[in-house]
């Protein structure tokens, strides 16, 4: 289990990474571009509330291991 906290954490953080990207290029558009930025911020976001929640449960599951995983 523990080579899956690195795995989660990298992926929380590219999804973060792309929702920032994608908000930021949104706020320099106009119009139908605007809108899929917008969008596609708000999946980014929601990806990575998944897999920040994926973290911290196996996060939270090892810390309660005995031996430390």
């Not at 706020?27 to 917008?38: D, F, H, M, T, Y």
Request: hydrophobic residues 45%; proline residues 4%.
């Amino acid at each position: 289990m523990v080579p899956d906290l690195p795995v989660l954490r990298t992926a929380y953080l590219i999804e973060r990474d792309f929702a920032e990207f994608y908000e930021m290029a949104a706020e320099k558009s106009q119009g139908e571009a605007k809108k899929v930025l917008k969008m596609l911020a708000m999946w980014e976001r929601g990806h990575e509330a998944l897999f920040k929640q994926l973290h911290d449960k196996a996060f939270e599951e090892y810390a309660q291991m005995p031996w430390g995983g």
